[in-house]
């Protein structure tokens, strides 16, 4: 069973850094595109950033400058690491990750949600 392990996540001030981390884990084919989303109370989930498996990355605007999207494919494991922290960056944060299965079917799985809150 595929399962998206995360860590990290807390609180911060405005201005301060986090790390946060998702592991896949189980028995998988291969880990295509890895993302993380996000969502503030009353709104909708939202693309933070994603990176594929070659390493290509996309970021949310709001992210752009201040967040950064890695991944260590011997560990399958996604990094997001959040510097200049703001107010609005508060939110509950997901992993993300589209995994080929043993049978080469792909499926979309989503890890737990992580509460990062920033505080001014």
């Known amino acids: 069973q595929v399962q998206l392990v995360v860590s990290g996540g807390g609180l911060s001030q405005a201005g301060g850094s986090l790390r946060l981390s998702c592991a896949a884990s189980?028995?998988?084919?291969?880990?295509?595109?890895m993302g993380w989303y996000r969502q503030a109370p009353g709104n909708q989930r939202e693309l933070v950033a994603a990176?594929?498996?070659?390493?290509?990355?996309n970021y949310a605007d709001s992210a752009k400058g201040r967040f950064t999207i890695s991944r260590d494919n011997a560990k399958n494991t996604v990094y997001l690491q959040m510097n200049s922290l703001k107010p609005e960056d508060t939110a509950v944060y997901y992993c993300n990750a589209d995994i080929t299965t043993i049978l080469k079917n792909t499926y979309n799985y989503w890890g737990q949600g992580t509460q990062i809150t920033v505080s001014s």
């Open positions: 990176i594929t498996s070659g390493g290509s990355t």
């Open positions: 189980g028995t998988f084919f291969s880990i295509n595109s």
